[in-house]
């Protein structure tokens, strides 16, 4: 402990210059000395914390050994009521701590709990303090709860109702907030050998590391509870933050990361921005946020073999961080490694099995990649039994697609729009629901109407009305419109080429005149060389999943559309030519020989 005090010590001019002008605000509160079940170390814990943040510039609220549920409510309040007042707050408690009913207690010192309902009527609530975060969600909200330990009362407990070993209970953090636990939720922590926890040294010595995030700054502290206790400690954290990443000690390499994002998110010279990460890693060789960027640099670039070995490096270094798994998957999957790809998302929800969006991904995976059904499915569930609160609109999409469970699917994306009214895909897909599965066209105009709105500049959502104006309306002039819109924002998007070819088709069956033959045959000769180019390229789409397969068949019907127009315009050559194309993209080539025999080989062609 004096060691870690005297390196604040020195560091101290240092963190003066390099901390941003925004205000910080921390409350530290250690309870040691208990009646029954005294603990050695949260005062040290308190103060040692409380010493580190001081030295980061934080004006600190330290309370000790608060005895009674109003002294402990009391110093909550004094934090509450100068929150608003600062752009970041740190929470810190030490001490016991229970769960009742999956709510968690923080308790004073000389209270008596002899039952839940002590618990309940003389603990404190650790909602009293979340209520004082959720109020500041544009901003950085951080607590920590040092109170896993054992429940002291539980010989008068009714043996039926023991909380012995339970721990604390998961806490969802409100946006803008990161809640980090000393171990794992329904686990105990020990209370530490000597002066301080294993934990709390190691949270002071990580809090004090330069141009680290928080979130990294956890993870470093996870890496190293689990190596000093030979994994019987995993301390584990949930993040909601928002905005920019948060740094404790900012130095100015956080401006050639930030300079970096900006490159990256233009796609202006990516090999600009390669070059920049590489002045950092000549530095510091195992900067993981430097290596995470290049990694995802060479994504970008095409260039998955390279992204894969900066990606083992980032697990050789932090072999216990879920994230380098998942960020792995995708150099797999670009490589055709499904069963590598598979293999790290298990072991990513192995390291996080509470982590709802692993099983997301994973979802995602076994649907688009594998055609699992069965197991995207079960992904997803999961995923979601996580995550009540915050409905994720892609799963749900999979869900309604694969269950058929289309009036949950409703509740889901109409709580999903409660919760975000300017979730555009959430009314997007809804609209499709509306329009597809409960017959409700009024409501589904209304939805599509709304994620435009939200939305003008995506093509997927021209593309889905304009669909809806064709099948459901039998608006083709509107129809064709959308579709326009969608190609002038992407022009070479071979969905909306497709559609807009197709429905010029239909336009030609139902008028039947020159006029009408003519522009369709122009879209469907745009839309097969486009789609011809495309499957040269083997460039994946938007709409079109497995792009081999699927160009093949859009070819395939595509041909046999023109044909079908050059036949109404007397070209019966081109006719059959086209018609023998068809046969050659189409995986299924008898419907397409039938027309042939009867319209083609009587003429000798």
Known sequence: MKNIRFLIFLLFPFFLFSQETEKRLALVIGNSNYDKEELKNPVNDARLIASTLDSLDFDVILKENLSTKRDMTAAIREFGNKRSEYDVAFVYYAGHGIQVDDENFLLPTKEVFEGEFDVLDYGVSVQNIMRYLRAQTNEVNILILDACRDNPFESKWNTTRSLKSQGLAKIPPPTGSLIAFSTDSGKTAPDGDGENSTYTISLAKNMLLEDTSIDQVFRNVRAEVLAETNGNQRPVEATQLTGQTFYLVKTDINETFDEIFKIIDSDKDLYEALGKVGLILDKYPENEQALSIKSRIFIKLDEYEKALEISNLLIKIKPDEPEYYINRTTAHQKLGNFKNAVNDYKTALKLSPNNPNYYYYL???????????????????????????????????????????????????????????????????????????????????????????????????????????????????????????????????????????????????????????????????????????????????????????????????????????????????????????????????????????????????
């Open 363 to 605: 979802g995602d995976f076994y649907k688009e990649i594998t055609n699992d059904t069965i197991n995207a499915i079960v992904n997803y569930k999961e995923g979601l039994a996580l995550d009540a609160t915050s409905p994720k609109k892609e799963y749900t999409v999979a869900l309604h697609q694969l269950t058929n469970n289309y009036n949950y699917s409703l509740e889901i994306y109409s709580q999903a729009i409660k919760i975000d009214p300017n979730n555009f895909v959430a009314y997007r897909d809804r609209a499709n629901l509306y329009a597809k599965n409960l017959n409700n066209i009024k409501k589904a105009l209304i939805d599509y109407n709304m994620t435009i709105s939200l939305s003008p500049n995506n093509p997927l959502n021209y593309f889905f009305r304009g669909n809806f104006y064709r099948n459901y309306l039998e608006d083709y002039s509107k129809a064709i419109k959308d579709y326009n819109k969608g190609l002038k924002i992407d022009p070479d998007n071979s969905g909306l080429h497709y559609e807009k070819a197709i429905t010029y088709k239909i336009l030609d069956d139902i008028v039947d005149n020159n006029n009408s033959n003519i522009e369709a045959l122009i879209n469907l000769s745009s839309s097969i060389e486009k789609f011809k180019e495309l499957k040269k390229n083997n460039h994946p789409t938007t709409f079109l999943q497995n792009s081999a397969v699927n160009f093949d068949k859009q070819l395939s019907n595509l041909f046999k559309q023109r044909g079908l127009v050059f036949e109404k315009l007397g070209l019966h050559n081109l006719m059959c030519d086209d018609f023998n194309s068809s046969i050659s993209y189409s995986l299924e080539h008898e419907g397409v020989n039938i027309i042939i025999e009867k319209k083609c080989s009587k003429t000798g062609n």
